[in-house]
């Protein structure tokens, strides 16, 4: 059964930091590409940032570039999402969902449970 | 940006009678492989989305056959043959032929 389970998120001040985490259990990790796509309360889906299998290709939003850098650990199945620069709209659920294939972009078919960034002073 | 746009807004349904979401592309969605990568996903209130159809018609594992997605270029449907009430949420197109990846705004869907 596939499982993930996103960590990391919370409170922090406008210009702070976060790094999250999403492990991920139940396939071959390095195999497939992964996605964050964050969802603000109340509001619609927005994807955030891509990266391949392995980890040798990243795709980022306008919205976050150069100020998100996402990563992967294939020793630990375990993907990342370093935000740095947090704005107020960048307030929300942050899910990782799993890609069809290494290097598969916008075919998000398995979504962890997301970790919520909240960015207020 | 390649823009989605759903309608309506909001689906008001009947249980066991067949409901209709539209999506659609403001560009042509098909990649230069020929196929067409349009998804959609299911969000029930608290819950992650889940996806429910993939590049245009194809069920997800676990999907009830009540489901069909249909469509091509920029006009694309989904359609609920007989909503049961686990149906109820909001529903999402995306398309993954372009960069960036973009949504729809949702169908809130309640019965």
């Known amino acids: 059964e596939l499982q993930f389970l996103a960590s990391g998120g919370g409170l922090v001040q406008p210009g702070g930091s976060l790094r999250l985490s999403c492990a991920a259990s139940?396939?071959?990790?390095?195999?497939?590409?992964m996605s964050w796509v964050r969802q603000a309360p109340g509001k619609g889906l927005e994807w955030v940032s891509s990266?391949?299998?392995?980890?040798?290709?990243?795709y980022y939003a306008d919205s976050v570039e150069g100020r998100f850098t996402i990563s992967r650990d294939n020793a630990k199945n375990t993907l990342y999402l370093q935000l740095n620069s947090l704005r107020a709209d960048d307030t929300g659920v942050y899910y990782c969902?799993?890609?069809?294939?290494?290097?598969?972009?916008?075919?998000?078919?398995?979504w962890g449970q997301g970790t919520l960034v909240t960015v207020s002073s | 940006d390649v823009v989605m746009t759903q309608s309506p807004l909001s689906l008001p349904v009947t249980l066991g009678q067949p409901a209709s979401i539209s999506c659609r592309s403001s560009?042509?969605?098909?990649?230069?492989?020929?196929?067409?990568?349009l998804n959609w996903f299911h969000q029930r209130p608290g819950q992650s989305p889940r996806r429910l159809i993939y590049?245009?018609?194809n069920r997800d594992s676990g999907v009830p056959d009540r489901f069909s997605g249909s469509g091509s270029g920029t006009d694309f449907t989904l359609k609920i043959s007989r909503v049961e009430a686990e149906d109820v949420g909001i529903y999402f197109c995306?398309?993954?032929?372009?960069?960036?990846?973009?949504f729809g705004g949702g169908t809130k869907v309640e019965i």
């Open positions: 969902a799993k890609e069809d294939a290494s290097t598969s972009y916008g075919q998000m078919g398995y």
């Open positions: 139940g396939f071959t990790f390095s195999n497939y590409a």
């Open positions: 990266l391949s299998g392995s980890g040798g290709s990243t």
């Open positions: 560009q042509s969605l098909v990649f230069s492989d020929g196929k067409i990568y």
């Open positions: 590049k245009v018609s």
């Open positions: 995306m398309q993954g032929t372009h960069w960036p990846l973009t």
